[in-house]
């Protein structure tokens, strides 16, 4: 059980454009999201956290208008990057609760932004 | 904030040999995890602590949830090549978000 859909795994897009990358609970249901992004080399660090139907809650220095979050369902979440750059360039991961403690992790999406 | 620190940060070892990591936080957690990252991979859950005090095996890895809570260990015994990657504590209170170290890179030497 708690499997998780992320993708796409992997995609190159062009400055300003935008990417939408969605999330999956496909056996259960995730009252609570949240999104990772990890730079290279580096740990896992929070973005935001977002309850089905409620607005997300964002982690100081994350632009809630440049990383739009729509949780709408309790199977399905997604992170819009608007207007990407170069430097929003990351691996984003996310990970829905399933239960109280039930942590499970997407595979991931490797973000190029050329 | 919660911080977490890993040690070592990187390790180089021969197949067969033992191997063991540590994580320590300035606060306390209710909940260790550790993870195990593989390059272009999310991250996957190796063991999961819930109780201080707590040694919970998988396999050929063993992990302790620490006495005051602000710490834990993973040994993993007679690695193999395929236990390269990075492996992550990360550690959370209920119903909030996990925090991550900043990871520990593992080399298996043939």
């Known amino acids: 059980g708690a499997v998780v859909s992320q993708h796409p795994s992997r995609v190159i897009c062009k400055s300003g454009t935008s990417v939408k990358i969605e999330c999956r609970s496909l056996?259960?249901?995730?009252?609570?999201m949240f999104w990772y992004r990890q730079f290279p080399k580096q740990s896992l660090m929070l973005m935001a956290t977002s309850n089905e139907g409620s607005k997300a809650t964002y982690e100081q220095g994350v632009e809630k208008d440049k990383f739009l979050i729509n949780h709408a369902s309790l199977t399905l979440s997604t992170l819009t990057v608007t207007s990407a750059h170069p430097e929003d360039s990351s691996f984003y991961i996310c990970?829905?609760?399933?239960?109280?403690?039930?942590?499970?992790f997407g595979s991931g999406t490797r973000l190029t932004v050329v | 904030g919660q911080q977490l620190n890993q040690s070592p940060q990187s390790m180089f070892i021969q197949e067969g040999e033992d191997v063991s990591m540590n994580c320590t936080s300035s606060?306390?957690?209710?909940?260790w995890l550790w993870y195990k990252q593989d390059p272009g991979e999310g991250p996957v859950l190796l063991i999961a602590?819930?109780?201080?005090?707590e040694l919970t095996s998988n396999g050929r890895l063993t992990a302790q949830f620490g006495i005051t809570r602000k710490d834990s260990f993973l040994n993993i015994s007679a690695s193999i090549p395929s236990d390269v990657g990075i492996y992550f504590c990360a550690g959370n209170n209920y119903g909030q978000n996990f925090v991550f170290g900043p990871g520990t890179r593992l080399s298996v030497l043939p």
């Open positions: 990970s829905p609760m399933h239960g109280n403690y039930g942590y499970t």
């Open positions: 602590l819930y109780k201080a005090g």
């Open positions: 056996d259960f249901q995730a009252t609570t």
């Open positions: 606060s306390i957690f209710n909940t």
